[in-house]
């Protein structure tokens, strides 16, 4: 088999912790970096100062100038729509905090564990579910990991383990390969998946020694990606999915559907086939958690189903992700049959 290098062009890796610290941090910043004004936003912009703007330098590169409605640029500016309160809207909408049952564990399922492991995120989402979860109660530092491992050593039925967040990749890759090893060393546990939006807004996360890391454990590996619209994907994240494919990993892909971001069968379609491009398998569409906070970016059931059967209709079945809702207390996440 030919090599990524001998088949596509070759881009050389910058330090993902130096793009990360040069993050933009304010809607003033990001604004300006993008040519536009405040009064370009006629409901006005938030002034809220938790859960902060938090958006790296190559994500707004992926921008368009001069345009208040690109749909990376509605991922992340906190609009004033965001201090309204909605019945029905909640701080938890999933009920995590009942399945919370260790600290930096959410076990939700049977048969695998949600290891929370690093509190912060590299972009702060404004649809995030997990935007008022509390992080600060459930930081898992090196010292405090033996509490998570002990609780999946004592139960038999985990199989599997989904590094989660904030983002698991905002740890150093010799942290990661770590708790990978001490993971490795539970016998019962099989499968190891990562769920990350940290490689989509910053490609340079997907190193050399990352890929190592997760191919080396005897655990089976699969790295999840959150990209929520085309825009999002570049040639280096070809490049290094590429290679991540080539080591055995598993590359799947999640998106939440979105007002004003990828709620028309255009963009799903176009999104599942560039990230067939990508090397990334669509594996969820969910329609979004009643997050407060977010509900300017709500999507109905109902249109949600028509947008999902455009897609059947258009795509082969293997690019049709499951639409799905997550509700609190279900053993599973509900997929969206009919309404
Ligand atoms: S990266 Fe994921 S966990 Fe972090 S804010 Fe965005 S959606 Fe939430």
Redesign the pocket.
């Known amino acids: 088999m030919p090599s990524v290098a001998q088949t596509e062009k070759f881009f050389p890796l910058a330090d993902w912790g130096q793009l990360l610290a040069q993050s933009l941090r304010s809607s003033d910043e990001l604004l300006a970096a993008l040519e536009l004004q405040p009064s370009d936003f006629a409901e006005g912009l938030s002034l809220a100062k938790q859960f902060p703007l938090l958006v790296p330098r190559p994500f707004v590169q992926r921008m368009a100038k001069g345009d208040p409605q690109d749909p990376l640029l509605l991922q992340v500016l906190p609009l004033a729509a965001e201090d309204q309160l909605h019945p029905g809207y909640s701080a938890d909408p999933l009920g995590e905090q009942d399945t919370n049952v260790a600290t930096g564990i959410i076990h939700k399922y049977h048969g695998r564990v949600l290891l929370l492991a690093a509190s912060g ?1 590299a ?3 404004r649809y ?1 579910f ?2 008022h979860f509390p992080y600060s109660d459930n930081r898992l530092g090196r010292s405090q990991w033996q509490s998570a491992l002990d609780y999946i050593a004592a139960d038999s039925s985990i199989s599997e383990v989904i590094l989660s ?3 698991p990749l905002m740890l150093q890759d010799a942290h990661l390969a770590d708790l990978v090893e001490q993971l490795a060393q539970i016998p019962h546990v099989q499968r190891l998946r990562v769920h990350s ?1 940290l490689p989509v807004v910053i490609a340079e996360r997907l190193t050399d020694q990352l890929i190592e890391l997760l191919t080396r454990t005897r655990l089976r590996s699969s790295l999840v990606l ?1 990209v929520n619209h085309p825009q999002e994907l570049s040639p280096l994240h070809a490049q290094r999915l590429a290679m991540m494919r080539q080591a055995g990993i598993t590359l799947l892909n999640q998106t939440v559907l979105l007002k004003g971001v990828n709620d028309s069968a255009e963009v799903l379609i176009e999104l599942s086939e560039k990230l067939f491009n990508h090397h990334l398998l669509p594996y969820y569409l969910h329609v979004l958690d009643r997050v407060q906070g977010a509900q300017h970016f709500d999507v109905s059931s109902a249109e949600a189903y028509t947008l999902y059967q455009q897609m059947l209709a258009r795509l082969p079945g293997y690019l049709v992700p499951k639409l799905v809702r997550e509700e609190a207390g279900q053993p599973h996440k509900t997929p969206l049959h009919a309404f």
Do not use: Q
Request: charged share 35%.
């Open positions: 995120c972009i702060n989402c995030c997990r935007r967040g904030g983002d939006r959150h």
